[in-house]
């Protein structure tokens, strides 16, 4: 197929590795940080750490949009289909997300509440439209790249008169996060996650450009290379990170031309800001209060806002105490390090989130086989202990 399998030559990327290999010096170690969960997906899904060599290494980000949400926003999604007889339409992947007391929106659903599993915001308005005594409610996730659309959904109600639907916006931002992890504990002060450089979100970056990353590399001093989603696009971005850590430099580079501009998309870019305005903080699922790294619906639009319309106040939770989702989210452990990993957790009963979304660390690393010799060292009951209070 044009476009695809010429991204997915396995000779040119074993040349590529070999490139990588011979570059790299081996006095020193290299380690990258990919922050999207598509190239997760890609890098277990096709190999690609098989052709890097030892000291070159990747460290799995935050960029799984269903990773990252916290289970007090869930919490909130389920309680208005249990409590307040609403329509709560979402994605798929956040259907299956673990919540409060053993639930998730669907099994809350096998419970009674109406949640209905959308591909789209405007699928969630059709279902306003047929149901006009019902409020319906679209829970909003995602990064930038499905920002747009929910922003799209709510001028269209609004200019629509469309009085029973409203979003639930639980929008958050890619550079609000790498800043996060930069300013980090575990980077500034225990040494625990050395990163050297980023792999810049491919689809994010179509919307907002490859401009917004400029400050890391001025002030970190940390080079960025935004890349595809196909095998040679990472195995690229890697080789070119590579020559920026040996030679010093600390830019910008987009590998991924055919699709990203330095200005990105203006149009959906303006949209966003005539419906959204930052919010002053925002629990991330392994990061904890971020600030400045969600968003929300501004004055003009609070007719169509589901957290002012039905009063609803937000309540962190904890994490299962088994699960290490949130270490793995900030770079500080892998998959294999969780000892439920491939045991009690997986994808047919996610204990954590990671393990939810295809682009979850856990689900990439379990569905392509990328780990040896899982010890089977947990049980049902060792999850029950160690998550009790």
Not at 369 to 380: L, N, S
Request: hydrophobic share 40%.
């Amino acid at each position: 197929m044009k476009y695809i399998d010429e991204f997915r030559d396995g000779d040119l990327a074993r040349q590529i590795g070999a490139r990588i290999a011979a570059e790299a010096h081996p006095d020193r170690s290299y380690s990258f940080m990919e922050f999207c969960g598509g190239h997760t997906h890609a890098i277990s899904r096709y190999g690609v750490l098989e052709l890097l060599p030892p000291n070159v290494r990747m460290i799995h980000g935050p960029g799984c949009p269903v990773c990252v949400l916290p289970i007090g926003r869930i919490d909130l999604a389920i309680r208005l289909a249990l409590e307040r007889g609403a329509i709560v339409c979402t994605y798929g992947d956040t259907m299956r997300v673990p919540a409060s007391d053993s639930l998730s929106l669907i099994k809350a659903k096998a419970r009674g509440g109406d949640i209905r599993m959308v591909y789209s915001a405007a699928d969630a308005m059709a279902i306003a439209r047929a149901n006009p005594q019902r409020e319906v409610v679209f829970f909003a996730i995602g990064f930038e790249t499905t920002t747009p659309p929910t922003a799209l959904a709510i001028r269209d109600a609004a200019r629509e008169g469309l009085a029973n639907f409203s979003v639930l916006c639980c929008h958050v931002l890619t550079p609000s996060a790498i800043t996060h992890i930069l300013e980090s504990p575990e980077v500034r002060q225990l040494g625990t996650v050395p990163i050297d450089g980023f792999i810049g979100p491919a689809h994010v970056s179509i919307v907002i450009g490859s401009a917004p990353y400029d400050h890391f590399a001025e002030e970190y001093r940390k080079p960025v290379v935004i890349a595809g989603f196909e095998p040679l696009d990472v195995m690229q971005a890697i080789l070119m990170l590579v020559r920026q850590v040996n030679e010093g430099r600390a830019h910008v580079e987009n590998e991924f031309t055919r699709a990203v501009t330095p200005e990105g998309n203006l149009k959906a870019q303006a949209l966003v800001s005539e419906v959204f305005e930052l919010r002053p903080s925002f629990e991330w699922r392994g990061l904890g209060e971020v600030p400045y790294s969600a968003l929300k619906i501004r004055e003009a639009f609070a007719a169509f806002d589901a957290e002012r319309r039905f009063d609803l106040n937000y309540t962190p939770v904890a994490d299962n105490k088994a699960c290490e989702c949130g270490a793995i989210l900030r770079g500080v452990k892998k998959p294999t390090d969780c000892k439920i990993f491939g045991t009690v957790c997986t994808p047919e009963n996610p204990v954590g989130s990671c393990m939810v979304s295809s682009e979850g660390a856990c689900a990439a690393h379990y569905t392509y086989g990328r780990f040896r010799d899982i010890p089977i060292v947990a049980t049902t009951a060792t999850v029950i202990e160690e998550a009790a209070p």
